[in-house]
Each structure stands twice: as structure tokens, then as C-alpha cells.
């Protein structure tokens, strides 16, 4: 008997498996805006993802492997700021490339008036999202509880599907 | 019709792209009481139909959207 009541709020149910800056906007961005309609949400962090609910957590991004990201300059003349600078893989290889392209992203993120990664993952925690730490790769990365906000609770795949098995949205990111 | 409705709050989200608006509307409308008119004020160009998604889903009255001066101006009315 897993039917809910019609009258029930509609739920979305999130996987997050990756954990770079890029991806982890997606869930914490959908899972706000859901529960501000009223939705009731959780999200499963699993993987790469895990790192996430970490108590301090940096993300960063590559460009490397990564050939659709624009590499935009986020500020000097306009017309150098349209330019998406073809960077060899080479050079994007180099140590110090990806806290640059991650420095550049949080810039322009800011810029634009886009939260940052906390501020957001705070707005899912005050909207009382059901943030899920997956107990398996907790074990496998050789991270405790207490490396993770408080905030969340910790489980595994039955305990995310019997979750979304109710749910009117379900991904994957 | 804009003119007439004297807006309970004013939210303004100017230069906050999404979610923010929506999150902070949503906060918002939960402040003013079941009635009452809240006008939100955002320059994000996806406010428009992400407003009228949100008032949707939320069961609140989307009863007026503009735009003025560049800007886009929403008033809704709080109905639960």
C-alpha cells in the first residue's frame, strides 16, 4: 500500500551523484524552488555527490573532459567577456587550472545573482528538504556522521526508493 | 488594474536570478495574511513564466503581471 492521499503534496525525489560545482547546483537549485511551491522533496546523495552535505564543503570545477563549459572572463570590456577562450586540454591539465575555472565561475555565478552552493544548500535546509546521505559510500569513501551537517539523514537505496516510489518527479544528476 | 491594487508588501528581487525570486516570494507570501496582496518586483527574464508556475502549483492568485520601466512587476494575492 504505497498510494498516497490524493490530496497529498506532490514530491520529488532527487538522486545527486556528482559532486563538482557545476553539477551540484542542479538538485540544491530544483529542491529549493520545488519546496517553495509547497512540494516536499528528497534528495540522495550518493557517489561524488556525498560530499555535498559535507560541513565544509568547496566544490570546484574543471574544464578539463568538460568541452561545452564556456570559459567566459567575468569582468573587463564587454566585448572580451563574450569570448569562450578556446583552452588547450593541455593547458587546462596544468596544476592551479581548475581552482581558476572555479574561481572565474563563483565570480560570474555572483555577478549574475546566482546563490552560491551554501546559500542554497541552506535554503533546502530551511525549507526542510530531506537531505540523504548515502550510508554506503559513506563506508567506502571512509567519511563519519559527524564530517556532515546535521541537517541530514543517512540512508540507503530502500530507504531513497521507497521515497520516490510515491514521487510525480524523479532525476538523476 | 495595477494602479488601484495597493499591495499589502513589496518584494523586490531586482538583479537575483533564479531560484531566488521564487524562494523569496514564497517566503514572503507566507508573512502577509490569506487576503492580502503581496507586489514582487524582479528583473530576472525567466520571473515571468516562473512566476505563474509558482502561483499555480501554490494555489495563490496571480492577479496581475507587467512590466514597467524594464522591470517585471507581479502582484498576488495570498489564498492559503
Same mark, same amino acid.
Given at each position: 500500500m504505497s498510494r498516497r492521499d490524493p490530496d497529498a @503534496? /506532490?514530491?520529488?525525489?532527487?538522486?545527486?551523484? /556528482?559532486?563538482?560545482? !557545476?553539477?551540484?547546483?542542479? @538538485?540544491?537549485?530544483?529542491?529549493?524552488?520545488?519546496?517553495?511551491?509547497?512540494?516536499? =522533496?528528497?534528495?540522495?546523495?550518493?557517489?561524488y555527490g556525498l560530499p555535498l552535505l559535507l560541513r565544509n564543503y !568547496? @566544490? /570546484? =570545477?574543471?574544464p578539463l573532459g568538460n568541452p561545452a563549459m564556456p570559459l567566459k572572463m567575468p569582468f573587463g570590456p564587454p566585448a572580451l567577456r563574450q569570448i569562450s577562450w578556446p583552452i588547450p586540454a593541455l593547458v587546462e591539465a596544468l596544476p592551479g587550472f581548475s581552482l581558476l575555472a572555479t574561481s572565474l565561475m563563483e565570480q560570474t555565478f555572483k555577478q549574475k545573482g546566482v546563490p552560491s552552493l551554501l546559500e542554497l544548500r541552506q535554503l533546502c535546509i530551511d525549507a526542510g528538504v530531506n537531505l540523504i546521505a548515502c550510508q554506503m559510500t559513506m563506508d567506502v569513501f571512509g567519511f563519519k556522521k559527524e564530517d556532515f551537517i546535521p541537517e541530514c539523514t543517512v540512508g540507503g537505496a530502500a530507504t531513497f526508493l521507497e521515497f520516490a516510489a510515491d514521487a510525480d518527479v524523479s532525476l538523476f544528476v | 488594474m495595477a494602479e488601484v491594487l495597493q499591495p499589502d508588501r513589496v518584494l523586490d %528581487?531586482?538583479?537575483? +536570478? %533564479? #531560484? +531566488? #525570486?521564487?524562494? $523569496?516570494?514564497?517566503?514572503a507570501i507566507k508573512e502577509i495574511a490569506i487576503g492580502q496582496v503581496l507586489k514582487v518586483i524582479a528583473t530576472d527574464p525567466g520571473a515571468p513564466a516562473d512566476m505563474e508556475a509558482w502561483? $499555480?502549483?501554490?494555489?495563490?492568485?496571480?492577479?496581475?503581471a507587467h512590466e514597467e520601466n524594464g522591470t517585471y512587476v507581479f502582484f498576488f494575492r495570498r489564498l492559503r
Open positions: @503534496p /506532490k514530491r520529488l525525489a532527487i538522486i545527486a551523484s /556528482k559532486g563538482t560545482l !557545476d553539477f551540484a547546483y542542479p @538538485p540544491f537549485i530544483l529542491g529549493s524552488t520545488a519546496a517553495a511551491m509547497g512540494w516536499e =522533496v528528497g534528495i540522495f546523495f550518493t557517489f !568547496d @566544490p /570546484k =570545477v574543471s | %528581487c531586482s538583479g537575483l +536570478l %533564479c #531560484p +531566488l #525570486p521564487v524562494i $523569496r516570494t514564497s517566503k502561483a $499555480r502549483q501554490t494555489g495563490n492568485e496571480l492577479i496581475d
